[in-house]
């Protein structure tokens, strides 16, 4: 057993250079987190998305700020952020598009106060951290809003850890062609190959089980998820790329930030609640 200077056990690193003891212990605890906030009573869903969308957000808009001299409108931000979670329960997909509208009104008008120069850069900053962060996650809540929501809900959480599981596993055993090496070397065609077989049968088995529909609507949105969330975890890749940084936090040992455990699950949760409203409508 290798020993630092103070002669302490190094911790165990993956090769993604995390502690994976941390990271594991830490996965399973939000895993807990969300499934007990599920099978309680869903509303206390939207408080754990209501607290994730705020952290979020708030870790974004602190690495644009330290990294690039980024000023987003945080506090219209975090308002508006609510507001779509929040309004998304009663009204609907109407509820967060216009809790959307105003926030981006708001971002617009909160920076005139400082005239001309940056301003594109920082409005544009300040409309990606609302689309990216609130409104992608309103639609998990989109996603428990029916009568079977909870089972949609974990149909797409499931397929989205199986995914990460999957390629994880496969690129660590097999993993030999990089799939996008100036973006994350880490990331491989092995990998891929990985996660998409894991979130196909997650998909399959998730929709069969829960859902009560045909395996092969499963297997279509378990790779639309996978594809998806593979997409959303290199598209944070890039921001960190050209913000200079490698993670967006430091609140999740193991992990980096929270904003590092959303990047996938962000965009997945509108291609979830779009595909399983096509497939599998309601009623």
């Known amino acids: 057993m290798s020993a630092d200077a103070a002669g302490r056990p190094e911790k165990r690193q993956s090769r993604a250079g995390r502690n994976l003891v941390a990271a594991i212990g830490v996965g399973v605890a939000l895993g807990v987190l969300i499934l007990a906030s599920l099978l309680l009573e869903r509303h206390f869903f939207l408080g754990v998305i209501a607290v994730a969308v ?3 957000t708030w870790e974004l808009a602190g690495a644009l700020r330290r990294a690039a001299g980024i000023a987003v409108a945080l506090p219209v931000l975090l308002v508006g952020g609510q507001a779509m979670i929040w309004l998304s329960w009663p009204f609907g997909v109407q509820g967060v598009v216009g809790a959307f509208a105003l926030t981006a009104l708001g971002c617009m008008i909160a920076r005139m106060r400082r005239g001309a120069e940056g301003f594109l850069r920082d409005v544009g900053a300040s409309l990606f951290a609302a689309a990216y962060v609130p409104l992608f996650a309103s639609f998990a809540v989109l996603l428990v809003l029916p009568q079977d929501g909870v089972g949609r809900v974990l149909t797409f959480m ?3 850890v199986a995914s990460d599981v999957g390629g994880y596993a496969a690129g660590v055993l097999a993993g030999r062609h990089p799939m996008a090496p100036t973006i994350s070397p880490k990331k491989s065609w092995e ?4 996660s998409v077989l894991a979130g196909v049968v997650a998909g399959s088995l998730s929709v069969a089980l829960l859902l009560d529909g045909p395996w092969w609507i499963g297997a279509i949105v378990g790779a639309l998820l996978v594809g998806t969330a593979t997409l959303g975890d290199l598209c944070e890749s890039l921001v960190k790329r050209d913000l200079g940084i490698k993670d967006m936090g430091t609140l999740l ?5 929270l904003m590092d455990r959303l990047d996938s699950m962000l965009p997945a949760a509108f291609v979830a609640w779009l595909a399983l409203s096509v497939l599998l409508p309601v009623g």
């Open 191 to 194: 990998g891929f190959a990985g």
């Open 54 to 56: 705020a952290v979020g």
């Open 253 to 257: 040992p193991g992990h980096g930030g």
């Open 158 to 160: 499931i397929c989205v």
